[in-house]
């Protein structure tokens, strides 16, 4: 519907600024996420009713507005706090509407990042700054969020729940950090936003292989971080990796079944998006100080920019990954260069490198994939085949099931 389609633009838009405008004046992040949440319901209800208002995102403030009023005249301990909630209070007009696709950087960007930070401080486990992340920043629903990251929604209520409740007791500010707290902090912003989008990007359980609208929220998300702090070189590091990502998204599947790089329809990429992440990721550079968003979208770039997978440059994508791990000596990043090296060195060498992960990735079924591929180009089938039925029993992805099923048969 036409109108959906409006309201989902104006939450994207709308909702973290306003959830970060109500807490600031209110001092109770409950209050304005529900407040916020139950105006994105007035507004499907009546818009489908009677159509787009003429201004849709003011609609959505004055609804809200109105809702928190509700709710602190029927809350008495809070009641003191209404004078807060008139017009001016919450920054008079809405925010510009983004251009070309891209965040605008409007008046409430700071109130907007803000509530990102205090989403992601780390005093709140990795989980509930996801889920709170979510929840007051991008809108989405309880239901929403158990679906993208697979787990009952009683399970990620009440971790919302606890998380809204710690960032009042703790006095949690919501609120860009200074200058001195901004390299720490922006690490954990940018992670919670990168396992949005991993959360979508290839989903882990349920009846699709991804979520699209959660990956553009989140690629959206990473938009705002970097058009408020443009000269944070992993912020735009980050923006480019997801965009190398998007730009690749129509040649990932085919009648449901996923499509590995090396066999994918490299028409079908959007390469002027591609072109334009490189141009963010050359604009990184520039600043000169690396990080692993930045790095992983150069590998990215590299894939992206060969027109062939025989005219990917291997050799320079090993030196990348010999970078990264000086950034992220994590084993994934270890099983990815394996993947590279395979290419350069071999099977065989490749394979020892796989191995000595064996234990630390034991239940991540990439390694055994990987594993199974190398096994098999080696000529030991079955030391393959067993590799891929570990595989299969470590994923719940569909598309991924299907494909080991195959190799299995």
């Known amino acids: 519907m036409t109108s959906d389609a409006a309201l989902e633009r104006v939450v994207r838009d709308e909702s973290g600024r306003l959830v970060g405008l109500l807490h600031r004046h209110l001092g109770d992040l409950d209050v304005a996420e529900e407040a916020v949440a139950e105006a994105v319901v007035d507004a499907l209800r009546s818009w489908r009713r009677t159509g787009v208002p003429d201004r849709p995102a003011a609609w959505l403030h004055t609804a809200a507005r109105r809702n928190a009023v509700d709710r602190l005249r029927r809350d008495a301990r809070v009641r003191d706090r209404l004078p807060f909630l008139d017009a001016r209070a919450l920054g008079g007009a809405p925010a510009p509407e983004p251009v070309d696709g891209a965040p605008g950087a409007g008046p409430g960007d700071d109130v907007r990042l803000g509530l990102l930070f205090g989403c992601c401080h780390p005093a709140l486990a990795p989980q509930a700054r996801l889920a709170l992340t979510l929840r007051a920043v991008l809108g989405l629903t309880v ?162 920019e060969a027109a062939t997978w025989d005219d990917t440059d291997w050799p320079q994508i090993l030196v990348l990954y010999g970078m990264l791990l000086r950034h992220d000596p994590s084993p994934v990043v270890r099983l990815n260069r394996a993947v590279a090296l395979a290419q350069v060195r071999g099977a065989e060498v490749a394979l020892r490198e796989v191995e000595a992960l064996a234990e630390p990735l034991a239940r991540y079924h990439l390694l055994h994939a990987v594993r199974g591929r190398l096994l098999r180009e080696l000529g030991r089938t079955d030391d393959a085949r067993a590799a891929d039925a570990l595989a299969l029993a470590a994923t719940e992805n569909v598309a991924e099931r299907q494909l080991l099923v195959e190799r299995l048969r």
């Open 143 to 304: 239901a929403q969020i158990a679906r993208a990251t697979f787990e009952p929604e009683p399970t990620v209520a009440q971790r919302i729940s606890r998380a809204k409740r710690k960032v009042g007791a703790a006095g949690i500010p919501v609120r860009i950090p200074d200058v001195d707290e901004l390299p720490e902090r922006l690490d954990v912003v940018l992670t919670v936003v990168a396992t949005a989008y991993n959360e979508a990007y290839l989903a882990s359980g349920g009846p699709t292989p991804d979520d699209r609208d959660l990956a553009d929220d989140a690629t959206w998300l990473a938009g705002v971080v970097a058009t408020a702090l443009p000269h944070e070189p992993e912020a735009l590091g980050l923006l480019a990796l997801l965009r190398l990502h998007q730009a690749r998204r129509a040649a990932r599947f085919a009648d449901g079944r996923i499509v590995l790089l090396a066999d994918q329809r490299r028409e079908l990429w959007r390469h002027d998006e591609i072109a334009a992440a490189v141009r963010l990721i050359e604009r990184a550079a520039a600043m000169r100080r690396p990080g692993r968003y930045q790095l992983q979208a150069a590998i990215t770039a590299l894939h992206c």
